[in-house]
């Protein structure tokens, strides 16, 4: 059945690095083809991203990544921190039909994101509010029995934190709602809408030039008391016109 590996060259000779096959006798899953591939760097060191197309059944196609770093000595090997994570539970479809166009910056996300899911023990990290871009991310944490939020934003040397009752008071993080970000004047703005008890509230973290990252306290409760926040794009509308 089809199967994907890798061939890397080392100082001992060429190295294969298997990627996926099936079980002996089983017909899936199946690796039908390598799609895209690129590099990254994540706190200085070296990554290989793989993206290919798998056949899980006879009607089920989807996209997965394959992971690799450079050790000390100049070897790329499998990553297990990255290959084995289950930060990201919703597979990635791919049409059986046409051709999928290539999606390794979409692997290079999620690769981000399963490394800083640890950065806020005992909260769960919220994949679906992840963002990530070229210089810095955003993750959202929430703690449910607690109702408790905390926003991370990372800019590429220590990540900062912030819980949400910077922006909310005394009030409670029941969940967060939506996230976003905001563009101006070389400024990159996160936002983050979540629930209380009592109302919706807005978290606003910047990232200013030079990778200064500033909680916008201020800001995010002036664009709140201007009326109540339905959704993200309302905060986003208020939070351009303050600038």
């Known amino acids: 059945m089809p199967s994907c590996g890798l061939l890397a060259r080392t100082a001992a000779g060429t190295e294969f690095i298997e990627m996926m096959s099936p079980e002996k006798g089983a017909g899936f899953p199946q690796c039908l083809v390598i799609n895209d591939a690129a590099a990254f760097e994540v706190r200085n060191r070296q990554y290989l991203v793989i993206e290919y197309i798998v056949r899980d059944t006879v009607e089920d196609f989807y996209r997965q990544y394959f992971y690799l770093h450079r050790d000390p000595a100049g070897r790329y090997i499998a990553d297990s921190e990255l290959n084995d ?28 994101g399963t490394l800083l899911s640890k950065a806020v023990p005992g909260m769960r990290f919220l994949g679906r509010e992840f963002m990530s871009g070229k210089s810095s991310s955003f993750a959202a944490f929430h703690d449910k029995a607690n109702e408790k939020c905390v926003f991370l934003v990372d800019a590429g040397a220590k990540p900062a934190t912030y819980g949400h009752e910077l922006f909310a008071k005394e009030d409670k993080c029941e969940s967060v709602l939506a996230s976003g970000k905001l563009e101006n004047a ?58």
């Open 85 to 112: 994570a289950v930060v990201w539970t919703d597979p990635l479809p791919a049409s059986r039909d046409s051709v999928n166009a290539p999606r390794a910056q979409e692997g290079i996300r999620r690769a981000k």
């Open 186 to 243: 070389g400024k990159t703005y996160y936002l983050a809408l979540f629930k209380g008890a009592v109302r919706n509230h807005l978290g606003i973290v910047s990232v200013a030039p030079g990778n200064a990252i500033a909680a916008e306290t201020s800001l995010a409760l002036a664009i709140e008391k201007k009326g109540t926040l339905a959704d993200l794009k309302t905060a986003k509308e208020r939070l351009k016109s303050s600038l």
